[in-house]
């Protein structure tokens, strides 16, 4: 078997709602697997606020209004990978692989939804579209997330931590052969909701979280919440963030400054104390390097803290150039519809708890050519 490039286009709709971030870029696979890959072209469009208003508010719709919103979502989806490709004369494009906008995470009840119909965005846009990566590990007693371990393993190896910063945080560790990831706790939906309040969209390198003090009543408040005992694996959903967390923060009396410092202390702890329960299991939690990914490695204050938190276990912390930063989870996805492609497993149980391993994702066909 010869190696093929493959050109791809990664979608991802992330729980802060800041709008659809997509990768463009070649992977080359062939005998033993990927060989070489690169990013040629990166944007996050924002979402109209009309369309933020309407993925905020759909997990407490009808079913019409839910079915109609997965349609139509799939529409404008299309239109913004059209505006994409033709600001970045794209021609070049072998399939899309999209994550679609999470509405419903429900792993204990081995059910997860996400909104983009696969086949609206194919008919719109004339190219294959692979969706729906999560629906056959939740099928299987998994998680459905974390996914991120695979494009840690395939795409940027040499680290034994990996931890994106998106509107929930999540830890991937390595040993040997071996991954464990999960969600730890909340961060820019919690952040960038505070941030509003002072009328900006997010807090820009944590410039007013460092005027801030911890108040350890709220942290306590937060903190008390079960999920932060779980074992892993584990994972967050949106409504969770969006229910009892936002309602404590929004409810404890302090300055939004005070609110933001605690929620990063809250990130720190939690992370600290994720490193050691990994400790317990033989092989993890050891010293060694940690890449951070997402919108929060921008926040210079987030990340002092976290590095504070971490500095005595031996723990250095890696930024990678900005555009993985921002764009690593469509990434992600676009590895994911190569793996789903080439037949490959795309969801690790060993991650994930299912009970096997796993290809996700269903291939949608455009129309055929007249």
Same mark, same amino acid.
């Given at each position: 078997?010869?190696?093929?490039?493959?050109? +791809?286009?990664?979608?991802?709709?992330?729980?802060?709602?800041?709008?659809?971030?997509?990768?463009?870029?070649?992977? !080359?696979?062939? /005998?033993?697997?990927?060989?070489?890959?690169?990013?040629?072209?990166?944007?996050?469009?924002?979402?109209?606020?009309?369309?933020?208003?309407?993925?905020?508010?759909?997990?407490?719709?009808?079913?019409? +209004?839910?079915?109609? *919103?997965?349609?139509?979502?799939?529409?404008?989806?299309? %239109?913004?990978?059209?505006?994409?490709?033709?600001?970045?004369?794209?021609?070049?494009?072998?399939?899309? @692989?999209?994550?679609?906008?999470?509405?419903?995470?429900?792993?204990?009840?081995?059910?997860?939804?996400?909104?983009?119909?696969?086949?609206?965005?194919?008919? $719109?846009?004339?190219?294959?579209?692979?969706?729906?990566?999560?629906?056959?590990? $939740?099928?299987?007693?998994?998680?459905?997330? /974390?996914?991120? /371990?695979?494009?840690?393993?395939?795409?940027?190896?040499?680290?034994?931590?990996? $931890?994106?910063?998106?509107? =929930?945080?999540?830890?991937?560790?390595? @040993?040997?052969?071996?991954?464990?990831?999960?969600?730890?706790?909340?961060?820019?939906?919690?952040?960038?909701?505070?941030?509003?309040?002072?009328?900006?969209?997010?807090?820009?390198?944590?410039?007013?979280?460092?005027?801030?003090?911890? !108040?350890?009543?709220?942290?306590?408040?937060?903190?008390?919440?079960?999920?932060?005992?779980?074992?892993?694996?584990?994972?967050?959903?949106?409504?969770?963030?969006?229910?009892?967390?936002?309602?404590?923060?929004?409810?404890?009396?302090?300055?939004?400054?005070?609110? $933001?410092? *605690?929620?990063?202390?809250?990130?720190? +702890?939690?992370?600290?104390?994720?490193?050691?329960?990994?400790?317990?299991?033989?092989?993890?939690?050891?010293?060694?390097?940690?890449?951070?990914?997402?919108?929060?490695?921008?926040?210079?204050?987030?990340?002092? !803290?976290?590095?504070?938190?971490?500095?005595?276990?031996? =723990? %250095? +912390?890696?930024?990678?150039?900005?555009?993985?930063? %921002?764009?690593? %989870?469509?990434?992600?996805?676009?590895?994911?519809?190569?793996?789903?492609?080439?037949?490959?497993?795309?969801?690790?149980?060993?991650?994930?708890?299912?009970?096997?391993?796993?290809?996700?994702?269903?291939?949608?066909? /455009?129309?055929?050519?007249?």
């Amino acid at each position: 078997m010869s190696s093929k490039n493959y050109y +791809i286009l990664g979608l991802m709709s992330g729980s802060s709602l800041d709008g659809l971030d997509l990768a463009y870029c070649r992977m !080359q696979w062939g /005998p033993n697997g990927l060989e070489n890959w690169e990013l040629l072209a990166a944007q996050s469009l924002p979402y109209s606020n009309s369309w933020e208003e309407r993925l905020r508010a759909l997990p407490q719709q009808s079913a019409l +209004i839910y079915a109609k *919103t997965d349609q139509y979502f799939g529409f404008y989806m299309a %239109e913004l990978v059209q505006q994409f490709l033709a600001q970045n004369n794209i021609r070049r494009l072998d399939f899309i @692989a999209s994550h679609g906008h999470t509405v419903f995470h429900e792993p204990h009840k081995r059910f997860g939804a996400q909104i983009g119909r696969g086949s609206a965005l194919a008919a $719109l846009t004339g190219r294959p579209v692979i969706s729906d990566f999560r629906s056959q590990d $939740l099928s299987l007693s998994g998680e459905g997330a /974390p996914l991120a /371990p695979l494009v840690d393993a395939y795409l940027f190896p040499g680290y034994n931590y990996y $931890l994106n910063l998106g509107g =929930i945080a999540n830890l991937s560790a390595k @040993a040997g052969q071996n991954w464990r990831a999960f969600d730890f706790a909340p961060a820019n939906q919690l952040l960038n909701f505070l941030a509003q309040e002072k009328g900006a969209s997010y807090d820009e390198d944590g410039q007013w979280a460092a005027q801030g003090e911890v !108040q350890e009543e709220l942290l306590a408040a937060l903190l008390s919440d079960p999920f932060y005992q779980q074992p892993y694996p584990k994972s967050l959903s949106n409504a969770w963030v969006q229910g009892p967390q936002l309602r404590t923060l929004a409810e404890f009396e302090a300055s939004t400054e005070d609110k $933001l410092a *605690t929620v990063c202390e809250l990130i720190g +702890i939690s992370l600290r104390q994720s490193i050691l329960d990994l400790k317990k299991e033989e092989g993890f939690g050891q010293a060694g390097k940690l890449l951070v990914s997402g919108g929060g490695a921008f926040n210079h204050y987030l990340l002092g !803290q976290l590095q504070a938190y971490v500095e005595d276990l031996g =723990i %250095e +912390i890696f930024l990678p150039n900005n555009n993985i930063i %921002e764009f690593k %989870e469509a990434l992600l996805m676009a590895l994911l519809g190569l793996l789903r492609w080439e037949k490959q497993t795309n969801a690790w149980p060993q991650v994930t708890g299912a009970k096997k391993a796993s290809i996700n994702g269903g291939i949608h066909w /455009p129309p055929p050519k007249s």
